[in-house]
């Protein structure tokens, strides 16, 4: 693992060549310095061609349905929490590695069951109940 890459997990980096910055103004509150300094941070990721990334956490990222993701594939974080360019840069990084270290873990195929035959039954008597209920309702009866 390159020493300058952003560390995932103890067997994943993502190196920093395959992360685009761009520094921009923010919006917002922040005074005269909003509008000199571009303190804001957006964070581009090209999930879909990245290397670095094994082919099924790849597969998980990009089934995932998340605003950030492009069509292309490339995931955009904007980071404009803080009022330094430092921090804001920091806290796109942590955004990244924790979206990548969300689809790490598997999650569990589900294991299709049948209802017992007591539950069935309870449903049941409990729709004959309430069906018995309503019946007594009606205006029959009544002079």
Do not use: C, H, Y
């Not at 952003?6 to 919006?27: H, K, M, Q, T």
């Not at 941070?41 to 790849?58: H, I, K, M, N, T």
């Not at 974080?77 to 924790?98: H, S, V, Y």
């Not at 309430?130 to 007594?136: A, M, N, V």
Request: overall charge positive.
């Amino acid at each position: 693992m390159p020493a300058d890459a952003l560390i995932i997990s103890p067997g994943l980096a993502i190196p920093e060549a395959e992360i685009v910055e761009r520094f921009v103004r923010a919006s917002g509150a922040g005074g005269q310095n909003v509008n000199k300094v571009s303190s804001a941070v957006e964070l581009r990721f090209d999930v879909a061609g990245s290397p670095s990334l094994p082919e099924a956490l790849r597969a998980r990222l990009l089934a995932r349905r998340d605003r950030r993701l492009t069509d292309e594939g490339v995931l955009v974080i904007d980071a404009q929490r803080f009022r330094t360019q430092d921090r804001n840069r920091q806290d796109a990084r942590e955004r990244l590695a924790a979206f990548v270290a969300a689809g790490l873990s598997v999650p569990k195929p589900r294991i299709q069951t049948k209802p017992t035959r007591g539950s069935q039954q309870r449903r049941l008597q409990g729709k004959r109940e309430r069906s018995q209920i309503k019946r007594g309702r009606s205006t029959r009866g009544w002079d």
